[in-house]
C-alpha cells in the first residue's frame, strides 16, 4: 500500500516538466527539478533493496526522464575562470543581474570592471547607475568606451547595458515594435570574427500574468535569435536571467531554438540568491550560446550589493 502513495509522486516527479509550457504551476513545481529526479531515484534504490522489480523499472523511466530537462545539451565539466590572465584569442564576457536596489553599484562596477572581461551584460540596472554609465562617470578611466542600451518595460522587462572594450553595431530588429523593445542585440568584432552579444531578462513568474508576458518574452529571443543567425552567421552569446531553471519552459525554448547553456553540469550550487545558499539555489542565470562559439572556463562571483551572482566566462571559436 505504502508503495502506491509514493508511487504517483515519483511518476509527477518524472513528467511534470513536460506540461510545464501551459501549466504554470507544474513550471514552479519543475524549478525544483534536481531534487525532484533525485526523488525518484531514492525510491529506486529501495524498490531495488526490496526487490520490487515492477515498481523499480516504473521508477527507472520515471528517473530517465526526471533527469533528461537537466542533462540535455548542458557541458559536464568546466574549469573555473583564471582571473590572473586571459589567454590570447579568448572572449571573455560577463552576465549580471546587478539589483535594481543596489546602494553599491559603484563598489559593484568597480568588481566588474577589474576583471579583464571583453564585454559586460548588466541586467536591472538602477536608475542612479544608468545615469552614471551615461555620463561615463563609473566608466571614466575604464576600457569600456563602447555601450548600447535598453530601456525598461513596466512589468514585462527590466533596463539592460551591453557594455564593450572594442567598437559595437546595434542592430535593430526589423520586426513588430513590441516585439523589438524587448530585445538589445549588438554586432562586436574580435579581430576577423563577428559575435552577437544579447541580454536577456524576463519578468519572474510571481504571477500567471507574469508568468505568461515573461514566457511571451522568451519566444521573442528566441526567433529573434534564429532569424539573426541565419542572416549573419555570427555566433551568438546571450547573458541572461530567464528567471528560470534548466528544467523549466522558458530554458527549454532557448534550447529548442539551438542555444545552449554554458554553465557546466557538475558545477554546484546556482546562482541565486547569492551568499549561502549552496544546493538550495538556483540557476537563474548564465551565458547563452549559439554557433560555432563555445565556453572553455566558467565561474560565479559574488557582486556587491546584488542578490544574484555574476557568470564570468572564457569563450574561444571554433571555426574560422
Known amino acids: 500500500m505504502l508503495w502506491w502513495l509514493v508511487l504517483p509522486s515519483a511518476i509527477v516527479s518524472g513528467v511534470a516538466w513536460m506540461g510545464s509550457s501551459r501549466v504554470y504551476y507544474l513550471d514552479l513545481l519543475v524549478s525544483q527539478q534536481i531534487w525532484l529526479a533525485w526523488w525518484t531515484v531514492l ?3 529501495i524498490a531495488l533493496c526490496t526487490r520490487r522489480w515492477r515498481i523499480a523499472v516504473l521508477l527507472i523511466v520515471s528517473s530517465v526522464l526526471a533527469f533528461y530537462p537537466i542533462v540535455y545539451g548542458r557541458t559536464m565539466r568546466l574549469p573555473e575562470v583564471d582571473f590572473t590572465t586571459k589567454p590570447e584569442g579568448v572572449i571573455r564576457v560577463v552576465s549580471c543581474n546587478i539589483n535594481p536596489e543596489n546602494a553599491r553599484y559603484e563598489e559593484a562596477m568597480d568588481s566588474l570592471t577589474t576583471i579583464d572581461a571583453d564585454v559586460i551584460v548588466l541586467i536591472e540596472v538602477p536608475a542612479e547607475l544608468s545615469r552614471d554609465i551615461r555620463n561615463r562617470g563609473v566608466l571614466e578611466r ?8 535598453r530601456a525598461w518595460i513596466d512589468e514585462i522587462t527590466s533596463p539592460g547595458f551591453i557594455l564593450s572594450t572594442v567598437p559595437i553595431e546595434v542592430i535593430q530588429p526589423d520586426t513588430d515594435e513590441n516585439i523589438a ?19 536577456v531578462h524576463p519578468v519572474s513568474p510571481r504571477t500567471i500574468e507574469r508568468w505568461r508576458a515573461g514566457n511571451s518574452v522568451i519566444h521573442h529571443q528566441a526567433s ?10 555570427a ?3 546571450i547573458g541572461a536571467d530567464i528567471n528560470a531553471g534548466p528544467a523549466q519552459a522558458r530554458s527549454r525554448v532557448m534550447r529548442r531554438s539551438g542555444f545552449s547553456m554554458s554553465k557546466p553540469l557538475l558545477q554546484p ?3 541565486f ?7 538550495f539555489s538556483v540557476q537563474l542565470d548564465d551565458l547563452w550560446t549559439k554557433g560555432a562559439i563555445d565556453p572553455i572556463a566558467w565561474s560565479k562571483i559574488n557582486i556587491p550589493g546584488s542578490d544574484h551572482f555574476a557568470v564570468v566566462c572564457d569563450f574561444e571559436f571554433t571555426a574560422p
Open 43 to 45: 525510491l529506486l534504490a
Open 142 to 149: 575604464t576600457a569600456y568606451e563602447h555601450w548600447a542600451h
Open 181 to 199: 523593445r524587448h530585445i538589445l542585440r549588438v554586432r562586436v568584432a574580435f579581430g576577423s570574427h563577428d559575435v552577437m552579444i544579447g541580454l
Open 224 to 233: 529573434f535569435g534564429a532569424n539573426l543567425q541565419s542572416e549573419h552567421a
Open 235 to 237: 555566433p551568438t552569446i
Open 269 to 271: 550550487g546556482g546562482t
Open 273 to 279: 540568491p547569492s551568499g549561502n545558499a549552496g544546493v
